[in-house]
């Protein structure tokens, strides 16, 4: 079946813009994580939604930054008046949301605020 | 100081070598996993374990609990097992997200 897809693939914004990011998860899946990886760094939690819910939104690095998954599916990562230090891969990860399942991820989006 | 550290950083092998990258933990955690990054690539799951040894291939995992350890083998090593191998933990509870490791950078030549 498919997999984890986010759209678009690449956004180039210029600073200050808004930006929303896609993420499609698997079909069913009901936990979707948002992390984001830095150049040469390893991923970074943002936030985790159980259906509908933000149940985890710790990671989420200030007000700028907001998500939305309305129906418990697809989900939305929003980023208002971006900056350069935004720029950044931004993945999306999908699971059956037991705690024991295996997160699949999507391709990312690569964002570059100029 | 990093929860998750791994090393070495880069790994450079001729192809048919045997390879070990480590990780090393801080955090009490409830599983860790092996994680593979291909150049522009997304990130596939290879490995989730919490005691003990997985094998899936040429592909070997281990994972000391008590001491915080994990070591990912890859025995006669390819080309195309050149990526970024990372590890990560994740931490159980309601949220069950991951923090990772910074990955280690594989190159296998042939």
């Known amino acids: 079946g498919a997999g984890v897809s986010q759209t678009p693939s690449n956004k180039v914004t210029e600073k200050g813009k808004y930006v929303e990011l896609r993420c499609d998860p698997i079909?069913?899946?009901?936990?979707l994580y948002w992390y984001r990886q830095s150049l040469g760094q390893g991923p970074e939690f943002l936030i985790y939604?159980?259906?509908?819910?933000?149940?985890?939104d710790s990671g989420l690095p200030n007000d700028r930054f907001f998500a939305v998954r309305p129906e418990g599916s697809v989900s939305t990562l929003k980023i208002q008046r971006t900056e350069r230090g935004d720029s950044a891969v931004y993945l999306c990860?999908?699971?059956?949301?037991?705690?024991?399942?295996?997160?699949?991820f999507g391709p990312g989006t690569r964002l570059t605020v100029l | 100081k990093n929860e998750v550290e791994q090393s070495p950083q880069n790994l450079t092998a001729q192809e048919g070598e045997f390879i070990t990258i480590n990780c090393s933990y801080s955090?009490?955690?409830?599983?860790l996993h092996w994680l593979q990054q291909h150049p522009g690539g997304g990130i596939v799951s290879l490995f989730m374990l919490s005691s003990g040894k997985k094998k899936h291939g040429r592909l070997i995992a281990t994972i000391n609990i008590q001491e915080k350890h994990s070591s990912l083998h890859i025995t006669a090593s390819h080309p195309r097992d050149s990526a970024v191998y990372i590890c990560?933990?994740?931490?159980?509870?309601?949220?069950?997200?991951?923090?990772f490791g910074t990955g280690t950078l594989l190159a296998v030549q042939p």
């Open positions: 079909s069913g899946h009901t936990a």
């Open positions: 990860a999908s699971s059956s949301g037991l705690v024991t399942d295996t997160q699949y």
């Open positions: 955090v009490g955690i409830s599983a």
């Open positions: 990560a933990v994740s931490l159980g509870g309601a949220t069950n997200k991951l923090i």
């Open positions: 939604f159980q259906g509908t819910g933000a149940a985890d």
